[in-house]
């Protein structure tokens, strides 16, 4: 018996076969995995390197002794080494089950593979969404079909900025629990930041459960979105308007089945991830030196929380520079300026498996998965591939 499968990302298009599909002309994974052109890459690489500079070289002395947070590397006790590995290591499964829970026929092996390649190539190579494409020749390359892979690599940004917004309402909750908010400093901007999230994760969930489960509403919030489009675009002065009631029915054809069967199951798996990676951040802070009194866990997942939303908006290429400002800040407002060398040494050390390590792996792992082909696709292979003709 055959199963039910949702139909083609935007602009492409899918016969019965799922192994079957023209080559992709509008925006998804697929359409993602053509290289940027030479100016493009040229712009994205020279700002990401201007944050670097700013943030390690500019910013970050003026409060920071170097020396001693590489003091509190050398003091790291090679358990506490282990320790930190394990943790990460356990983090980069838990993110890469997102991807087997959205992808039918993705192993947690696979699915780990996934997120390491999508974190390691976005990281190391900030052209966009290129790094979406990269990932959906190779979950071609497993087998998958053109459509679940299309699906389930484009629903996992979904889930995943889901999660990061549902946060500040774990964080809020288990601070008011314990206390941890009486006092503190910026405490109106921490209740502003969590409020404006939860109510963005409540609207958002509900326009999307909506959407998928009832057509009248898709019809009526299509022809919503198209009045306040076409109303915007009037008053800007320009001609033309985004089809987006189109969007909307194609979201809701291309996802629906998927978010329906799998789409809790992914959430759910998409919070527990988040709480692994504070579990690092954690362990990380206190094997540098930053003991509880000073900050308590729910302290710590409180500022992680917050700066997951923050970044919600991509504020740097590659995602460098700006989440290790915010964290080191953000946390050295709590524990105090005593303790600001421990802090940016556990805050590097989280964010050298959340960040770096994803980048040399990734690269490994597109030399396993693609060997006998160039690590990174060609557009012609794109093409043969979203055709089903690959080998």
Same mark, same amino acid.
């Given at each position: 018996?055959?199963?039910?499968?949702?139909?083609?990302?935007?602009?492409?298009?899918?016969?019965?076969?799922?192994?079957?599909?023209?080559?992709?002309?509008g925006p998804g994974p697929a359409a993602a995995a053509a290289p940027p052109n030479?100016?493009?890459?040229?712009?994205?690489?020279?700002?990401?390197?201007?944050?670097?500079?700013?943030?390690?070289?500019?910013?970050?002395?003026?409060?920071?002794?170097?020396?001693?947070?590489?003091?509190?590397?050398?003091?790291?006790?090679?358990?506490?080494?282990?320790?930190?590995?394990v943790l990460g290591m356990i983090a980069w499964v838990m993110s890469g089950l997102?991807?087997?829970?959205?992808?039918?026929?993705?192993?947690?092996?696979?699915?780990?593979?996934?997120?390491?390649?999508?974190?390691?190539?976005?990281?190391?190579?900030?052209?966009?969404?290129?790094?979406?494409?990269?990932?959906?020749?190779?979950?071609?390359?497993?087998?998958?079909?053109?459509?679940?892979?299309?699906?389930?690599?484009?629903?996992?940004?979904?889930?995943?900025?889901?999660?990061?917004?549902? &946060?500040?309402?774990?964080? $809020? #909750? *288990? %601070? =008011? +629990?314990?206390?941890?908010?009486?006092?503190?400093?910026?405490?109106?901007? @921490?209740?502003?930041?969590?409020?404006?999230?939860?109510?963005?994760?409540?609207?958002?969930?509900?326009?999307?459960?909506?959407?998928?489960?009832?057509?009248?509403?898709?019809?009526?919030?299509?022809?919503?979105?198209?009045?306040?489009?076409?109303?915007v675009l009037r008053r800007l002065g320009r001609t033309g308007s985004p089809d987006?009631?189109?969007?909307?029915?194609?979201?809701?054809?291309?996802?629906?089945?998927? &978010?329906?069967?799998?789409? $809790? #199951? *992914? %959430? =759910? +798996?998409?919070?527990?991830?988040?709480?692994?990676?504070?579990?690092?951040? @954690?362990?990380?802070?206190?094997?540098?030196?930053?003991?509880?009194?000073?900050?308590?866990?729910?302290?710590?997942?409180?500022?992680?929380?917050?700066?997951?939303?923050?970044?919600?908006?991509?504020?740097?290429?590659?995602?460098?520079?700006?989440?290790?400002?915010?964290?080191?800040?953000?946390?050295?407002?709590?524990?105090?300026?005593?303790?600001?060398?421990?802090?940016?040494?556990?805050?590097?050390?989280?964010?050298?498996?959340?960040?770096?390590?994803?980048?040399? +792996?990734?690269?490994?792992?597109?030399?396993?998965?693609?060997?006998?082909?160039?690590?990174?696709?060609?557009?012609?292979?794109?093409?043969?591939?979203?055709?089903?003709?690959?080998?």
């Amino acid at each position: 018996m055959s199963e039910e499968r949702p139909g083609p990302a935007p602009g492409t298009a899918a016969p019965a076969d799922e192994h079957e599909s023209d080559a992709p002309k509008g925006p998804g994974p697929a359409a993602a995995a053509a290289p940027p052109n030479r100016r493009a890459a040229l712009l994205r690489s020279g700002l990401i390197l201007g944050v670097l500079f700013v943030v390690f070289v500019v910013i970050l002395p003026r409060y920071i002794d170097y020396e001693e947070v590489l003091q509190a590397f050398q003091d790291l006790q090679p358990t506490q080494i282990v320790v930190m590995t394990v943790l990460g290591m356990i983090a980069w499964v838990m993110s890469g089950l997102i991807f087997s829970a959205l992808i039918p026929g993705l192993s947690a092996l696979r699915g780990t593979m996934s997120w390491l390649i999508l974190s390691g190539i976005g990281a190391s190579i900030p052209f966009g969404p290129w790094n979406m494409g990269v990932l959906w020749v190779v979950v071609r390359g497993w087998h998958i079909g053109n459509v679940p892979a299309t699906s389930g690599i484009a629903l996992y940004g979904v889930i995943n900025e889901l999660s990061r917004l549902f &946060l500040p309402l774990m964080a $809020v #909750v *288990a %601070l =008011a +629990l314990t206390g941890g908010l009486a006092g503190r400093p910026n405490q109106g901007a @921490v209740w502003a930041i969590s409020i404006i999230s939860i109510v963005a994760f409540v609207v958002v969930s509900a326009l999307i459960i909506a959407i998928i489960r009832s057509e009248r509403v898709a019809d009526a919030l299509g022809r919503t979105g198209q009045r306040m489009a076409d109303w915007v675009l009037r008053r800007l002065g320009r001609t033309g308007s985004p089809d987006v009631s189109g969007a909307i029915h194609r979201f809701r054809d291309q996802f629906g089945e998927v &978010l329906r069967a799998r789409g $809790v #199951v *992914a %959430l =759910a +798996l998409a919070v527990v991830s988040q709480i692994a990676w504070t579990i690092v951040l @954690v362990v990380a802070l206190r094997v540098c030196g930053v003991p509880e009194s000073a900050l308590s866990p729910f302290e710590i997942f409180a500022v992680y929380a917050l700066v997951m939303v923050i970044t919600i908006i991509p504020l740097s290429p590659g995602g460098a520079g700006v989440p290790e400002l915010l964290f080191i800040r953000g946390l050295t407002a709590i524990a105090g300026t005593q303790y600001e060398s421990a802090v940016t040494a556990g805050v590097f050390l989280y964010r050298a498996f959340y960040w770096f390590l994803p980048i040399p +792996l990734a690269w490994i792992l597109l030399k396993v998965v693609r060997r006998g082909k160039s690590m990174l696709p060609t557009t012609a292979e794109l093409r043969a591939d979203a055709r089903g003709q690959a080998a």
